[in-house]
């Protein structure tokens, strides 16, 4: 990618599941961000939206577009984040 | 291959015609069951969440993976959600293979690689009340042995 515009607002989906869903009574919703943003800053944006989940932030991961997610990767326009509680499949 | 994630009841038999290979010596087959009880508790039924779309596309990538290691014709993982009575079938997994030694082997680390990995989510409800259980751990599939 070529450079990055600051400070330009944006737009994300959130997605959440289970636990996290039922503590923040909701499963979806859209979040307006400055770029550049990361997995990280998206994280206290929804926290700020949604403080009830905080509990649950230390068990969890991210995937960004349906890839699991570090903290500093970069969260680019109309991508869509899914918090993932520890799974528990099979 | 077959994957796939779903409310609907999951059938062994269309599991095993999508992995049979004239190749294959063996085909294994395993169903993750739903169990009346857990850590010592009654469990009424299971509810299982998923993210789909997700959940697919890391089955997907499991199952390729258990190819290149384990030598499989083919796999087969279904996984389904919604609410599951005890002795329903909550995972199916079927793998061909040439030589029966790779389907056991390769089977087993296949289960392990999906509850570790995959996006779905269980609620153990019990009758006196409920609770998402966290992470694969909390179920013992790491017990390497019977307790």
Do not use: C
């Not at chain 1, 919703?29 to 932030?57: G, H, K, M, Q």
């Not at chain 2, 290691?69 to 293979?97: K, N, W, Y």
Request: glycine content about 8%; cysteine-free; overall charge negative.
């Amino acid at each position: 990618m070529g450079s990055v515009a600051y400070n330009e607002p944006m737009q994300i989906t959130v997605l959440l599941f289970a636990s996290v869903a039922e503590r923040a009574g909701t499963r979806r919703f859209t979040l307006e961000l400055d770029e550049p943003t990361t997995v990280a800053s998206a994280r206290d944006a929804i926290l700020a939206r949604y403080p009830s989940i905080l509990p649950f932030v230390p068990n969890l991961m991210y995937a960004l577009d349906e890839e699991y997610a570090r903290d500093q990767d970069t969260v680019t326009p109309n991508s869509t984040l899914a918090l993932i509680p520890p799974v528990s499949g099979g | 291959m077959l994957i796939r994630v779903t409310a609907e009841t999951l059938e062994p038999g269309e599991a095993i015609a999508s992995v049979a290979s004239p190749r294959a010596g063996a085909i294994n087959v395993f169903l993750g069951v739903v169990r009346d009880n857990n850590l010592g508790r009654s469990v009424h039924f299971l509810d299982y969440e998923a993210y789909p779309t997700m959940a697919e596309k890391v089955m997907r990538e499991i199952a390729e993976e258990s190819i290149a290691r384990f030598g499989f014709e083919d796999v087969a993982v279904l996984h389904r959600t919604g609410r599951l009575e005890i002795g329903e079938t909550s995972l199916l997994i079927a793998v061909s293979s040439g030589h029966r030694a790779a389907s056991f082997d390769g089977g087993h680390w296949l289960v392990n690689e999906i509850k570790k990995r995959v996006p779905v989510w269980k609620k153990e409800v019990w009758a006196d009340g409920e609770s998402w259980v966290e992470g694969p751990e909390s179920l013992g599939m790491q017990a390497p042995s019977h307790r």
